[in-house]
């Protein structure tokens, strides 16, 4: 699934290339995606200007003139692109908006678990995301963020993938973030010592802002919006590398399942608490 990284590459390759075009028409495939599209949204953009387009989380909010604002999330296979309009269409492509300057923004998704909504209250989409996403990786309140992580009994890997404690990060940024902080994914929140949770706090920030640096991770479906793919895959330290050798002390990479998800770690860097309540050593 996309995450906050590849959401951000999305928006910055679309940001020039749609921003101040007008949307002249719509066209929607048959195939339903995770919400429903409404018929009469498409009749309501006719002539509608694109006026900025930004992210919260793992989701795209794209301003209107008017007021209204398109939200997209691209669920597990989403690709949300800009092409010239007369290039060909590729399969998968369940909306197309023709802008105007001869440009089509296509939102293409394999499994359909991703979806295209047009909001008519800019205020209530805000606050409907605001209220279950906890602030970006960039912004994680020190005194706020150590009060959730060690008052509560629930594994570290855990706490990442909960979108209220911090939005955007997902299973491969949260294993990477784990492995940059020395830290076990199955530790519990309440053995962390405050230097721990200040550290695991930086190696969020730290490893998002050099996944955008690097636009994201290409592993199967992902691309930008501009079509070209990520290259963070390629430093993974953690993620998707059981067997090999850790980067830092070339003891093979092992995995676990975690909080339903499998998780990637080093044995030896990451150690994990043998005593519920003490912090690990």
Sequence with gaps: MPELPEVETVVRDLRPLVVGRTILGVEVGERKLRRPWDAAWAARLAGVRIEAIRRRGKWILIDLSGGARLVVHLGMTG???AAPALAPRPDHLHVTFTLSGLVELRFRDVRRFGSVEL????????????A???PEPFDIPPAAFHAAVTGTARTLKALLLDQSLVAGVG????DEA??????HPETRGRQLTKGQVGRLREAIAAVI???????????????GGSGLKGGYQREFRA????????????????RVRVAGRSSHFCPRCQRVARTTGEPPA
Excluded: W
Excluded at 171 to 174: E, P, R, T
Excluded at 178 to 183: D, K, M, S, V, Y
């Design 132 to 134: 279950k996403l906890g």
């Design 171 to 174: 299973n491969i940024y949260a």
């Design 209 to 223: 802002t050099h996944a955008i640096e690097k636009r994201g991770s290409t592993i199967r479906d992902y691309v």
């Design 119 to 130: 909001v008519a209250d800019e205020g209530a989409a805000m606050a409907g995301l605001d």
């Design 79 to 81: 690709q949300f692109t």
């Design 239 to 254: 993620y998707g590398r059981t067997g090999e050798p850790c980067a830092t002390c070339q003891v093979p990479i092992e």
């Design 178 to 183: 784990l492995h940059r902080a020395g830290l």
